[in-house]
DNA sequence: CTAGGGTTAG
């Protein structure tokens, strides 16, 4: 859930870790003066009708599908042609119309080679045609370019509309600039220069809560509500969502309910996101009340909302229902897509059951669906499981051979079954890789390498490089400290975890339960009791309430180091909160049954134990 | 003729 949010994303710094902020190779540059013919080169791929028979599954349905793509950029290039030749020439709005064909099959440089020889050809465009261009850059990146064409807009004496400025923004966000898109959004309004509508509003909206501040959304949407444009479904959606992958269902119930109250009717976007959020907190009878309410609304569930739940029932372990979930949709007229698919498939893996997810891969094959990147990272995923790393990385070399773009999920999964099986080195090379194809590392990275660093006795190093990190900016959560509160303990660094567990409060994180355990637990090895039962306190002081480990922990604490008394009180504490002993606790207590040691602290155990 | 929300890893 973490995971999500774009700026815990943030930036292990260039200098540390050499870290590219994009591939400077791939710029546009060119793309104005790549003659329209030569866009012929796209044909230059493999003939399709020669699939040699080494190819894998994966690899032939590429090849066909990339063919089909081709085919239609063709065609409207073929229409551009004959519009040039056209006299009197075709209007603005035919070209534009044509750009927007081109962004709709994501054909962006295409799109943006097209405009240039438009410019060059003197045909008149306007502020619409503009912002399709700029839409152009932003999905290539480009958002230097996008700003580029915006001066050229007041250069010709153009007015940028809501649209244009909408564009941009999403385009700022979506290169992780949120707050460069905030202020330009902020200076947007104070100065008049743009009539904000429902639309841009949701931009800084869906911005808001890409980066953790849902809370902020929410104010913004009544900010907008202020100003009198009204919210409309989009941006309840997006914050219903937002809260949703929170964990915050019930307040996003409470938002469905404002809607009702407002006469905005919820849709399908609407009630996957809420579904999606029932379905982490298994709260599957929230879900059958919020089916009907959609049957009753006249809402039927998409594509979209059947992979939520065919997603859910896989990850739960229920193959069979999610199986039995797509025959339905079929059944009910709703196609399964490879998102579907790679769902079940992704259930099947986490099981173990790699032969099973073939199966179903064969299935979707069958029906003309290609596997995507997300489909890769699931059977990556799924070899990485059962430390088959080396066909992990095969699969790997096979998907970015093949023009799929790896993602870092894909990686770190790699990069965490490496460390895993102990192959430190190929790790080590393995990291140095993703530096070097300029894979945008996340929080998940940051902890795979530290707890791998740890988990190899090389705690100096992972402190090290914590450090390092974080004086580059880089933004901890609260995973990261257990993993070196845990992997300072293991190396007897008990001040060291000592004085990182005092920091916590001080970087704005809040120590989770796994951090209070960590912390029993290291100084009950050093056989430091009563720090132990102090940080018990602590807990229960901050309302973090202890689990059955915390329990299990102190009791086994206790009796290592011949507490006896402590250990038996601990157990009647966990005993009245209705925890169970854990079977390595109840090893050392029936070990302990067995001395002959008259502790009388013992001998009233035994009686609790043997009554 | 142009812009917005819902699916993935430790």
């Known amino acids: 859930m973490i995971m999500r949010r774009a700026f815990t994303t943030c930036f292990f710094s260039n200098t540390l870790l050499r870290f590219p902020i994009h591939a400077t190779t791939n710029t546009i540059t060119t793309i104005p003066l790549l003659r329209l013919h030569s866009l012929s080169q796209y044909h230059t791929c493999p003939n399709p009708n020669h699939i040699p028979n080494h190819l894998s599954e994966f690899e032939q349905l590429l090849l066909e599908k990339s063919r089909v793509g081709f085919d239609k950029l063709d065609d409207a290039l073929r229409v551009f042609d004959k519009m040039l030749r056209k006299k009197p020439l075709p209007s603005v709005i035919d070209f534009t119309q044509l750009?927007?064909?081109?962004?709709?099959?994501?054909?962006?440089?295409?799109?943006?080679?097209?405009?240039?020889?438009?410019?060059?050809?003197?045909?008149?465009?306007?502020?619409?045609?503009?912002?399709?261009?700029?839409?152009?850059?932003?999905?290539?990146?480009?958002?230097?370019?996008?700003?580029?064409?915006?001066?050229?807009?007041?250069?010709?004496?153009?007015?940028?509309n809501v649209v244009t400025y909408t564009t941009l923004l999403r385009g700022l966000i979506s290169q992780d600039k949120f707050l460069e898109a905030e202020l330009l959004f902020k200076n947007l309004l104070k100065h008049n220069q743009v009539e904000p509508n429902a639309v841009i509003f949701n931009t800084i909206i869906n911005g808001q809560c890409k980066t953790g501040n849902t809370s902020q959304a929410m104010m913004l949407l009544r900010y907008m509500e202020k100003k009198g444009c009204m919210p409309n479904v989009v941006n309840y959606s997006t914050i219903i969502d937002s809260l949703s992958k929170d964990r915050l269902v019930d307040d996003a119930l409470g938002l469905l309910g404002e809607m009702s109250d407002r006469g905005i009717q919820p849709n399908v976007v609407t009630y996957s996101s809420l579904i999606q959020g029932l379905c982490n907190l298994n709260r599957w009878d929230d879900i059958t009340q919020l089916l009907k309410d959609m049957n009753r609304h006249k809402i039927s569930p998409g594509k979209h909302t059947y992979s939520i739940l065919v997603d859910a029932h896989a990850r739960d372990g229920k193959v069979r229902d999610a199986e039995y979930l797509i025959e339905l949709m079929i059944r009910r007229g709703q196609n399964p897509d490879v998102v579907t698919y790679s769902a079940l498939m992704d259930g099947y893996c986490l099981r173990g059951e790699l032969d099973k997810a073939s199966v179903v891969l064969r299935t979707m094959r069958n029906k003309g669906i290609s596997p995507d990147a997300h489909t890769y990272s699931i059977f990556i995923n799924g070899f990485c499981k059962k430390t088959k790393v080396d066909t992990a990385i095969h699969l790997l070399e096979e998907m970015t051979l093949k023009g799929l773009t790896p993602t870092v999920e894909a990686y770190n999964t790699i990069l965490d079954g490496l460390f895993r099986t102990l192959r430190l080195d190929e790790a080590h090379k393995f990291y140095k890789k993703m530096l070097n194809k300029g894979v945008k590392l996340n929080v998940v990275t940051c902890g795979i390498l530290l707890h791998g660093l740890c988990w190899n006795g090389l705690v100096g190093e992972a402190m090290s490089m914590f450090h390092k990190m974080e004086s580059c900016g880089f933004v901890p959560n609260i995973q990261i400290c257990n993993i070196l509160i845990h992997g300072l303990f293991k190396d007897g660094k008990v001040d060291e975890a000592r004085n990182l567990f005092q920091n916590i409060l001080l970087k704005g994180l809040r120590p989770s339960v796994i951090t209070y355990n960590s912390m029993?637990?290291?100084?009950?090895?050093?056989?430091?009791?009563?720090?132990?039962?102090?940080?018990?306190?602590?807990?229960?002081?901050?309302n973090c309430l202890p689990t059955e480990a915390t329990y299990n922990i102190l009791i086994r604490g206790c009796f290592k180091n011949k507490m006896y008394d402590g250990g038996c009180l601990f157990i009647d504490d966990m005993v009245a909160h209705g925890f169970k002993a854990d079977a390595s606790t109840a090893s050392i207590v029936f070990d302990l049954l067995q001395l002959k040691e008259q502790d009388p602290a013992l001998l009233a155990l035994q009686k609790k134990f043997m009554p």
């Open 99 to 160: 750009l927007a064909a081109l962004v709709k099959m994501k054909h962006y440089s295409a799109a943006v080679s097209v405009f240039s020889k438009m410019c060059s050809f003197n045909i008149a465009v306007d502020i619409v045609t503009y912002s399709t261009v700029i839409n152009c850059c932003c999905h290539l990146k480009r958002v230097d370019y996008a700003f580029a064409l915006l001066a050229a807009i007041f250069k010709r004496g153009f007015v940028p």
């Open 520 to 542: 029993i637990q290291g100084f009950c090895q050093e056989g430091l009791l009563d720090e132990a039962y102090k940080i018990l306190l602590e807990m229960e002081e901050h």
